[in-house]
């Protein structure tokens, strides 16, 4: 079973807007990964913050994660048409000495031109 | 070597016949996994491998799965017996050892039986 979960399932915004999507687990992680993944495609690593980080920033990516609440939140500023894809969160636990990651079922982000 | 290489894309098969997947990872990562996606879900682990050994199986791995990855190298995954709920993305994932960042993924084998 999968222990992320992305809220909004589904977020529809224009072109230049924000977008902000939320991911809650269950368990004590490592770390916390998101990915993004076109349609039919694979999944492409966007960032990565550890259990003692807070927030992160690369380019027009924003991650914060606050391990009391487990949670996670990923904002993407200025967002462009080719922002359009699914989005998810997944959190790193040690499998046998090394990661195993969990993901959650993923936002559907859609940029509207 | 650019990334993880999945083959084939695409697999239809009828159900039944038995099908099998490779996946190339990055030649100095050590650390290879699969994942099962289905369509509007998140992927779904299978199996991991350091080097050669498998460690790890999903319960999602029933009998008719089976995975390889003979010298540390390539891995197979094969599927007996198809059924109609096989039908799936099937992701392949490598890392390094020292990886500080991400998992690299594959862009996947798309299995349908019908």
């Known amino acids: 079973s999968q222990q992320g979960e992305e809220d909004p399932q589904a977020l529809s915004i224009q072109e230049g807007e924000n977008a902000t999507m939320n991911c809650s687990y269950k368990t004590s992680i490592n770390n916390l990964q998101w990915y993004r993944q076109n349609s039919g495609r694979g999944l492409v690593h966007l960032i990565l913050i550890r259990s003692n980080e807070r927030e992160k920033h690369s380019g027009r990516l924003r991650v914060t994660l606050d391990t009391s609440k487990k949670s996670s939140s990923l904002l993407i500023t200025a967002s462009r048409a080719a922002d359009t894809a699914s989005y998810f969160c997944?959190?790193?636990?040690?499998?046998?000495?090394?990661?195993?990651?969990?993901f959650g079922q993923g936002t559907r982000l859609t940029i509207n031109p | 070597d650019t990334g993880v290489s999945q083959n084939p894309r695409h697999k239809i098969t009828k159900r039944g016949q038995n099908v099998t997947f490779r996946c190339d990872p990055i030649s100095e990562h050590n650390r290879l996994y699969w994942y099962r996606q289905t369509l509007g879900q998140g992927p779904e682990f299978l199996t991991y491998?350091?080097?050669?050994?498998?460690?790890?199986k999903s319960r999602l791995l029933s009998d008719r799965f089976s995975a390889e990855r003979p010298k540390g190298s390539f891995s197979t995954l094969e599927i007996q017996r198809t059924e109609q709920g096989d039908s799936a993305m099937y992701l392949c994932?490598?890392?390094?050892?020292?990886?500080?960042?991400?998992?690299?993924f594959g862009s996947g084998t798309r299995l349908t039986v019908v």
């Open positions: 491998f350091q080097n050669e050994a498998q460690l790890e």
């Open positions: 994932a490598s890392r390094s050892r020292q990886g500080r960042s991400g998992y690299t």
């Open positions: 997944a959190t790193g636990a040690l499998l046998q000495g090394a990661q195993k990651l969990v």
